[in-house]
Protein backbone atom coordinates (compact mmCIF):
# COMPACT_ATOMS: atom_id res chain seq x y z
CA UNK A 1 0.00 0.00 0.00
CA UNK A 2 1.46 3.33 -0.84
CA UNK A 3 -0.03 6.93 -1.78
CA UNK A 4 -1.88 7.00 -4.77
CA UNK A 5 -1.50 10.77 -4.74
CA UNK A 6 2.27 11.11 -5.45
CA UNK A 7 1.62 8.86 -8.75
CA UNK A 8 0.08 11.80 -10.00
CA UNK A 9 2.79 14.33 -9.86
CA UNK A 10 3.94 13.75 -13.43
CA UNK A 11 3.94 17.05 -15.36
CA UNK A 12 7.18 19.12 -13.15
CA UNK A 13 7.69 21.12 -16.29
CA UNK A 14 11.64 20.93 -15.40
CA UNK A 15 11.19 17.08 -15.63
CA UNK A 16 9.04 17.81 -19.14
CA UNK A 17 11.75 19.78 -20.35
CA UNK A 18 14.63 17.53 -20.25
CA UNK A 19 12.03 14.71 -21.11
CA UNK A 20 11.81 17.38 -24.61
CA UNK A 21 15.32 17.88 -25.00
CA UNK A 22 16.79 13.94 -23.92
CA UNK A 23 18.70 12.90 -27.20
CA UNK A 24 19.17 16.52 -28.65
CA UNK A 25 22.67 17.68 -29.05
CA UNK A 26 23.30 21.74 -28.73
CA UNK A 27 25.78 22.63 -30.95
CA UNK A 28 29.67 21.23 -30.20
CA UNK A 29 31.15 24.84 -30.38
CA UNK A 30 28.69 26.77 -28.60
CA UNK A 31 27.98 26.84 -24.69
CA UNK A 32 24.96 26.24 -23.33
CA UNK A 33 22.95 28.91 -21.83
CA UNK A 34 20.05 28.34 -19.97
CA UNK A 35 17.13 31.31 -20.21
CA UNK A 36 14.53 28.45 -18.80
CA UNK A 37 14.56 29.68 -15.46
CA UNK A 38 13.53 32.54 -13.12
CA UNK A 39 17.23 33.44 -11.60
CA UNK A 40 17.98 36.74 -11.23
CA UNK A 41 21.44 37.28 -11.01
CA UNK A 42 22.21 40.59 -9.12
CA UNK A 43 23.34 39.33 -5.73
CA UNK A 44 23.93 42.11 -3.56
CA UNK A 45 27.69 40.25 -2.19
CA UNK A 46 27.68 43.41 0.20
CA UNK A 47 24.90 43.17 1.95
CA UNK A 48 24.99 39.56 3.56
CA UNK A 49 28.32 40.09 5.99
CA UNK A 50 25.87 38.79 8.55
CA UNK A 51 26.25 35.35 7.48
CA UNK A 52 30.15 35.80 8.62
CA UNK A 53 28.82 37.69 11.52
CA UNK A 54 27.13 34.57 12.76
CA UNK A 55 28.84 31.86 12.71
CA UNK A 56 28.57 30.55 15.86
CA UNK A 57 24.84 30.14 16.03
CA UNK A 58 25.54 27.66 12.58
CA UNK A 59 25.36 24.82 15.63
CA UNK A 60 21.31 26.48 17.18
CA UNK A 61 19.01 24.89 15.69
CA UNK A 62 16.67 27.77 14.34
CA UNK A 63 13.11 28.55 15.64
CA UNK A 64 10.18 28.40 13.23
CA UNK A 65 9.32 32.00 13.95
CA UNK A 66 13.10 33.21 13.31
CA UNK A 67 14.31 36.27 15.14
CA UNK A 68 12.47 39.46 16.36
CA UNK A 69 15.25 41.25 14.30
CA UNK A 70 13.97 39.41 10.93
CA UNK A 71 10.60 39.67 11.54
CA UNK A 72 10.45 43.37 12.30
CA UNK A 73 12.95 44.02 9.49
CA UNK A 74 9.95 42.34 7.06
CA UNK A 75 7.16 44.36 8.90
CA UNK A 76 9.41 47.77 8.53
CA UNK A 77 9.73 46.80 4.46
CA UNK A 78 5.62 45.49 4.60
CA UNK A 79 5.33 49.39 5.95
CA UNK A 80 7.68 51.24 3.89
CA UNK A 81 6.73 49.58 0.51
CA UNK A 82 2.58 49.29 0.99
CA UNK A 83 2.16 51.71 3.54
CA UNK A 84 0.74 49.59 5.72
CA UNK A 85 0.25 50.71 9.12
CA UNK A 86 1.85 48.70 11.50
CA UNK A 87 -0.84 47.59 13.58
CA UNK A 88 -2.15 45.14 10.93
CA UNK A 89 0.86 42.78 11.35
CA UNK A 90 1.08 43.30 15.24
CA UNK A 91 -0.45 40.00 16.32
CA UNK A 92 2.12 37.21 17.21
CA UNK A 93 2.66 34.85 14.25
CA UNK A 94 1.14 37.27 11.07
CA UNK A 95 4.96 36.78 10.02
CA UNK A 96 6.74 33.79 9.59
CA UNK A 97 10.24 32.92 8.23
CA UNK A 98 10.29 30.48 4.91
CA UNK A 99 12.83 28.23 3.70
CA UNK A 100 11.66 29.79 -0.20
CA UNK A 101 8.37 30.00 -0.98
CA UNK A 102 8.09 26.99 -3.33
CA UNK A 103 8.19 24.84 -0.05
CA UNK A 104 6.18 26.89 1.94
CA UNK A 105 3.47 26.83 -0.83
CA UNK A 106 3.34 22.95 -1.03
CA UNK A 107 2.95 22.81 2.84
CA UNK A 108 0.49 25.77 3.43
CA UNK A 109 -1.96 23.50 1.36
CA UNK A 110 -1.38 20.65 3.67
CA UNK A 111 -2.16 22.92 6.47
CA UNK A 112 -5.04 24.60 5.02
CA UNK A 113 -7.22 21.56 2.97
CA UNK A 114 -10.32 20.13 4.69
CA UNK A 115 -9.86 16.48 5.01
CA UNK A 116 -13.10 14.19 5.51
CA UNK A 117 -13.85 12.82 8.75
CA UNK A 118 -14.31 9.36 7.44
CA UNK A 119 -11.43 8.46 5.20
CA UNK A 120 -11.90 7.09 1.68
CA UNK A 121 -9.22 6.83 -1.52
CA UNK A 122 -9.26 10.17 -2.83
CA UNK A 123 -13.18 10.77 -1.56
CA UNK A 124 -14.64 8.72 -3.77
CA UNK A 125 -18.44 7.37 -3.35
CA UNK A 126 -20.26 9.85 -3.44
CA UNK A 127 -18.59 12.66 -2.04
CA UNK A 128 -17.37 15.48 -3.76
CA UNK A 129 -13.52 15.99 -3.17
CA UNK A 130 -12.88 20.31 -1.89
CA UNK A 131 -11.82 22.55 -4.74
CA UNK A 132 -8.11 24.24 -4.87
CA UNK A 133 -8.11 27.29 -7.71
CA UNK A 134 -5.15 27.64 -9.91
CA UNK A 135 -4.30 30.03 -12.37
CA UNK A 136 -3.94 28.67 -15.72
CA UNK A 137 -1.05 29.28 -16.75
CA UNK A 138 0.50 28.87 -13.17
CA UNK A 139 3.55 28.54 -11.16
CA UNK A 140 4.23 25.01 -11.02
CA UNK A 141 4.45 24.10 -7.36
CA UNK A 142 0.65 24.95 -7.01
CA UNK A 143 -1.19 21.64 -8.65
CA UNK A 144 1.39 18.95 -7.00
CA UNK A 145 0.13 21.02 -3.64
CA UNK A 146 -3.76 20.66 -3.85
CA UNK A 147 -3.65 16.79 -4.77
CA UNK A 148 -0.76 16.00 -2.33
CA UNK A 149 -3.56 17.70 0.23
CA UNK A 150 -6.10 15.63 -1.13
CA UNK A 151 -8.35 18.40 -3.10
CA UNK A 152 -9.07 18.52 -6.69
CA UNK A 153 -7.21 21.47 -8.73
CA UNK A 154 -9.69 23.72 -10.31
CA UNK A 155 -7.64 25.89 -13.08
CA UNK A 156 -9.45 29.03 -14.05
CA UNK A 157 -8.19 31.05 -16.62
CA UNK A 158 -9.37 34.85 -15.90
CA UNK A 159 -9.40 38.02 -15.38
CA UNK A 160 -7.03 40.86 -16.21
CA UNK A 161 -5.78 41.95 -19.77
CA UNK A 162 -3.71 38.17 -19.71
CA UNK A 163 -5.88 35.96 -18.27
CA UNK A 164 -3.66 35.04 -15.76
CA UNK A 165 -5.64 36.17 -12.56
CA UNK A 166 -8.06 33.52 -11.33
CA UNK A 167 -11.74 34.88 -11.52
CA UNK A 168 -13.54 33.66 -8.73
CA UNK A 169 -16.31 35.93 -9.48
CA UNK A 170 -17.37 33.39 -12.50
CA UNK A 171 -17.88 30.70 -10.34
CA UNK A 172 -21.42 29.41 -9.03
CA UNK A 173 -22.53 29.82 -5.64
CA UNK A 174 -22.36 25.93 -5.37
CA UNK A 175 -18.46 25.56 -6.99
CA UNK A 176 -17.50 28.41 -4.86
CA UNK A 177 -18.50 26.89 -1.08
CA UNK A 178 -16.86 23.40 -2.55
CA UNK A 179 -13.57 25.86 -2.67
CA UNK A 180 -11.28 25.78 -0.11
CA UNK A 181 -8.02 27.41 -0.99
CA UNK A 182 -7.08 29.86 -3.77
CA UNK A 183 -3.38 30.38 -5.34
CA UNK A 184 -3.24 33.26 -6.90
CA UNK A 185 -0.06 34.96 -8.26
CA UNK A 186 1.00 38.76 -8.82
CA UNK A 187 3.16 39.85 -10.65
CA UNK A 188 2.08 36.31 -12.27
CA UNK A 189 4.09 33.64 -13.54
CA UNK A 190 4.61 32.88 -16.60
CA UNK A 191 3.15 36.10 -17.75
CA UNK A 192 4.14 38.85 -15.56
CA UNK A 193 0.91 40.26 -14.94
CA UNK A 194 -0.01 42.59 -11.73
CA UNK A 195 -3.12 42.00 -9.87
CA UNK A 196 -4.66 45.52 -9.15
CA UNK A 197 -5.99 47.00 -5.88
CA UNK A 198 -9.27 46.39 -7.34
CA UNK A 199 -9.46 42.60 -8.07
CA UNK A 200 -7.59 41.89 -4.95
CA UNK A 201 -10.43 43.51 -2.89
CA UNK A 202 -13.04 42.05 -5.28
CA UNK A 203 -11.31 38.71 -4.33
CA UNK A 204 -11.13 39.14 -0.62
CA UNK A 205 -14.73 40.03 -0.34
CA UNK A 206 -15.19 36.09 -2.27
CA UNK A 207 -13.13 34.58 -0.33
CA UNK A 208 -14.45 35.84 2.82
CA UNK A 209 -17.76 35.18 2.02
CA UNK A 210 -17.61 31.73 0.68
CA UNK A 211 -14.74 30.58 3.33
CA UNK A 212 -12.15 30.20 1.26
CA UNK A 213 -8.45 30.76 1.59
CA UNK A 214 -6.55 33.56 -0.42
CA UNK A 215 -2.64 31.87 -0.89
CA UNK A 216 -1.24 35.00 -2.72
CA UNK A 217 2.32 34.55 -3.84
CA UNK A 218 3.90 37.78 -4.58
CA UNK A 219 7.43 36.55 -4.85
CA UNK A 220 8.38 38.71 -7.53
CA UNK A 221 6.61 41.91 -6.42
CA UNK A 222 9.34 44.25 -6.04
CA UNK A 223 10.29 43.47 -9.75
CA UNK A 224 8.23 45.94 -11.25
CA UNK A 225 8.19 47.62 -14.74
CA UNK A 226 6.02 50.02 -14.69
CA UNK A 227 3.98 51.24 -11.06
CA UNK A 228 5.12 49.59 -7.79
CA UNK A 229 2.83 46.16 -7.77
CA UNK A 230 -0.16 46.18 -5.05
CA UNK A 231 -0.36 43.61 -2.27
CA UNK A 232 -3.19 41.58 -0.94
CA UNK A 233 -1.58 43.03 2.75
CA UNK A 234 -3.07 46.49 0.88
CA UNK A 235 -6.48 45.49 0.03
CA UNK A 236 -6.47 44.23 3.64
CA UNK A 237 -5.80 47.58 5.02
CA UNK A 238 -8.23 49.20 2.59
CA UNK A 239 -10.84 46.92 3.82
CA UNK A 240 -10.26 47.82 7.50
CA UNK A 241 -11.22 43.46 8.45
CA UNK A 242 -8.24 42.83 9.73
CA UNK A 243 -6.30 39.90 7.69
CA UNK A 244 -9.15 37.06 7.81
CA UNK A 245 -8.13 34.53 5.17
CA UNK A 246 -5.39 35.97 3.49
CA UNK A 247 -1.80 34.99 3.41
CA UNK A 248 0.66 36.44 1.32
CA UNK A 249 4.10 34.72 0.10
CA UNK A 250 7.51 36.92 -0.48
CA UNK A 251 10.69 35.69 -1.61
CA UNK A 252 14.40 36.92 -1.77
CA UNK A 253 14.87 34.92 -4.98
CA UNK A 254 13.72 37.31 -6.98
CA UNK A 255 14.37 40.98 -5.10
CA UNK A 256 17.54 39.57 -4.17
CA UNK A 257 18.39 37.52 -6.79
CA UNK A 258 19.06 34.76 -3.61
CA UNK A 259 17.37 32.07 -5.11
CA UNK A 260 19.99 30.06 -3.47
CA UNK A 261 19.97 31.62 0.24
CA UNK A 262 16.39 29.79 0.42
CA UNK A 263 14.59 32.29 2.23
CA UNK A 264 10.83 33.80 1.95
CA UNK A 265 8.82 35.36 4.63
CA UNK A 266 4.95 34.32 4.79
CA UNK A 267 2.74 37.19 6.12
CA UNK A 268 -1.09 37.26 7.45
CA UNK A 269 -3.94 35.43 8.40
CA UNK A 270 -2.56 34.57 12.21
CA UNK A 271 -5.20 31.63 12.30
CA UNK A 272 -3.96 30.01 9.63
CA UNK A 273 -0.06 30.94 10.15
CA UNK A 274 -1.11 28.99 13.48
CA UNK A 275 -2.18 25.61 11.22
CA UNK A 276 0.92 26.06 8.96
CA UNK A 277 3.28 26.54 11.86
CA UNK A 278 1.72 23.48 12.99
CA UNK A 279 2.72 21.33 9.92
CA UNK A 280 5.91 22.90 10.02
CA UNK A 281 6.99 21.66 13.12
CA UNK A 282 6.94 18.16 11.70
CA UNK A 283 7.82 18.42 8.46
CA UNK A 284 8.71 22.24 7.99
CA UNK A 285 12.94 23.33 7.30
CA UNK A 286 13.65 26.40 9.40
CA UNK A 287 15.91 29.23 8.17
CA UNK A 288 19.49 29.15 9.82
CA UNK A 289 19.85 32.03 11.85
CA UNK A 290 22.70 33.18 9.93
CA UNK A 291 20.45 33.07 7.02
CA UNK A 292 17.89 35.06 8.82
CA UNK A 293 20.36 37.35 9.82
CA UNK A 294 21.08 38.26 6.44
CA UNK A 295 17.67 37.98 5.02
CA UNK A 296 16.72 40.93 7.80
CA UNK A 297 19.68 42.84 6.10
CA UNK A 298 17.97 42.19 2.68
CA UNK A 299 15.03 43.21 3.57
CA UNK A 300 15.65 46.42 5.13
CA UNK A 301 17.28 48.27 1.63
CA UNK A 302 15.88 49.00 -0.96
CA UNK A 303 18.71 50.62 -3.00
CA UNK A 304 19.86 46.86 -4.65
CA UNK A 305 16.06 46.10 -5.69
CA UNK A 306 15.86 49.38 -7.09
CA UNK A 307 19.55 48.79 -9.07
CA UNK A 308 17.92 45.02 -10.03
CA UNK A 309 15.16 46.68 -11.74
CA UNK A 310 16.76 49.25 -13.39
CA UNK A 311 19.15 45.97 -14.82
CA UNK A 312 16.42 44.39 -15.50
CA UNK A 313 14.75 47.40 -17.72
CA UNK A 314 18.20 47.17 -19.78
CA UNK A 315 17.43 43.82 -20.87
CA UNK A 316 13.86 44.51 -21.79
CA UNK A 317 15.04 47.58 -23.78
CA UNK A 318 17.09 45.70 -25.64
CA UNK A 319 14.66 43.01 -26.46
CA UNK A 320 12.17 46.00 -27.56
CA UNK A 321 14.95 47.10 -29.90
CA UNK A 322 16.02 43.54 -31.30
CA UNK A 323 12.56 41.43 -31.42
CA UNK A 324 11.00 45.14 -33.10
CA UNK A 325 7.56 43.29 -32.54
CA UNK A 326 8.06 40.01 -33.45
CA UNK A 327 6.21 37.42 -31.64
CA UNK A 328 3.92 39.53 -29.89
CA UNK A 329 6.70 41.09 -27.42
CA UNK A 330 5.17 42.95 -24.49
CA UNK A 331 7.15 44.26 -21.50
CA UNK A 332 5.42 42.65 -18.39
CA UNK A 333 3.66 44.66 -15.69
CA UNK A 334 6.64 43.04 -13.74
CA UNK A 335 9.18 40.35 -13.55
CA UNK A 336 12.32 38.96 -16.20
CA UNK A 337 10.27 37.02 -18.04
CA UNK A 338 9.82 37.24 -21.81
CA UNK A 339 6.31 35.63 -23.13
CA UNK A 340 7.10 35.33 -26.86
CA UNK A 341 4.31 33.66 -29.38
CA UNK A 342 6.72 31.79 -31.98
CA UNK A 343 3.48 29.30 -33.18
CA UNK A 344 4.55 26.31 -31.39
CA UNK A 345 6.44 26.27 -27.99
CA UNK A 346 7.75 22.34 -28.21
CA UNK A 347 8.65 22.86 -31.51
CA UNK A 348 10.54 26.11 -30.46
CA UNK A 349 12.06 24.37 -27.59
CA UNK A 350 14.01 21.79 -29.59
CA UNK A 351 15.07 23.77 -32.67
CA UNK A 352 16.56 26.48 -29.87
CA UNK A 353 18.64 23.94 -28.25
CA UNK A 354 19.81 21.83 -31.14
CA UNK A 355 20.88 25.13 -33.39
CA UNK A 356 22.08 27.38 -30.77
CA UNK A 357 21.88 25.61 -27.23
CA UNK A 358 19.66 27.99 -25.87
CA UNK A 359 17.39 25.99 -23.56
CA UNK A 360 14.19 27.56 -23.08
CA UNK A 361 10.64 26.53 -21.61
CA UNK A 362 7.76 25.94 -23.51
CA UNK A 363 4.62 27.46 -22.42
CA UNK A 364 2.42 24.26 -22.55
CA UNK A 365 4.76 23.19 -19.88
CA UNK A 366 3.29 25.68 -17.72
CA UNK A 367 -0.73 25.29 -18.39
CA UNK A 368 -2.99 22.99 -18.49
CA UNK A 369 -5.46 21.71 -21.63
CA UNK A 370 -8.74 22.09 -20.62
CA UNK A 371 -10.08 20.48 -23.34
CA UNK A 372 -10.02 23.28 -25.86
CA UNK A 373 -6.25 22.58 -26.23
CA UNK A 374 -3.29 23.92 -24.09
CA UNK A 375 -3.91 27.60 -23.88
CA UNK A 376 -0.21 28.23 -24.12
CA UNK A 377 1.13 25.96 -26.57
CA UNK A 378 2.03 28.44 -28.72
CA UNK A 379 4.39 30.17 -26.65
CA UNK A 380 7.88 30.10 -24.83
CA UNK A 381 9.22 31.59 -21.20
CA UNK A 382 12.85 33.41 -21.85
CA UNK A 383 14.46 34.53 -18.33
CA UNK A 384 16.33 37.88 -19.10
CA UNK A 385 18.69 37.15 -16.33
CA UNK A 386 22.14 37.49 -17.80
CA UNK A 387 24.62 39.72 -18.52
CA UNK A 388 23.38 42.36 -21.30
CA UNK A 389 25.95 41.01 -23.85
CA UNK A 390 24.82 37.50 -23.15
CA UNK A 391 20.96 38.68 -23.51
CA UNK A 392 21.64 40.52 -26.39
CA UNK A 393 23.44 37.43 -28.53
CA UNK A 394 20.87 34.96 -27.55
CA UNK A 395 18.46 37.35 -28.88
CA UNK A 396 19.52 37.62 -32.02
CA UNK A 397 20.28 33.94 -32.35
CA UNK A 398 16.87 33.15 -31.57
CA UNK A 399 15.04 35.64 -34.32
CA UNK A 400 17.16 34.89 -36.37
CA UNK A 401 16.44 30.65 -35.95
CA UNK A 402 12.42 31.03 -35.14
C1 LIG B 1 5.60 32.44 -9.00
C2 LIG B 1 6.62 31.78 -8.15
N1 LIG B 1 6.30 31.45 -6.90
C3 LIG B 1 7.19 30.86 -6.08
C4 LIG B 1 8.46 30.54 -6.52
C5 LIG B 1 9.41 29.87 -5.57
O1 LIG B 1 10.47 30.70 -5.23
P1 LIG B 1 11.39 30.44 -3.98
O2 LIG B 1 11.11 29.07 -3.47
O3 LIG B 1 12.76 30.56 -4.48
O4 LIG B 1 11.03 31.47 -2.95
C6 LIG B 1 8.84 30.85 -7.83
C7 LIG B 1 10.17 30.48 -8.32
O5 LIG B 1 10.48 30.50 -9.47
C8 LIG B 1 7.90 31.48 -8.66
O6 LIG B 1 8.19 31.81 -9.91
Not at 188 to 193: F, L
Amino acid sequence: MNNNRADKLVDYPFNKLRILLDGLSPPADLQPLKLSIGEPKHFPVQLIRSLDEHQESWSNYPSLDGTPKFREAVSNWCQRRFGLSGSLLSEPRTILPVAGTREALFLFAQAVVPQPSVPQPDFGEGALPPLVVIPNPYYAGYPGAAIMAGAEPLFLTGAGKRNSLPDLSSLSPETLNRVCLAYICSPSNPVGEAASLEYLIETIKIARKHNIVLAIDECSIDLYNYDPVPSGLQACESLGEGLDNVVVFQSLSKRSSAAGLRSGAVIGDPKLLQKFWNVRCFGGATVPEPVLAASADLWNDDIHVAETRAEIALRFDLAEEILNGRFEYYRPDAGFFLWLNVGDGERAAKLLWEEAGIEVMPGSFLARDLGEGNPCQEFIRIALVHKPNVVEDALYRIVEIL
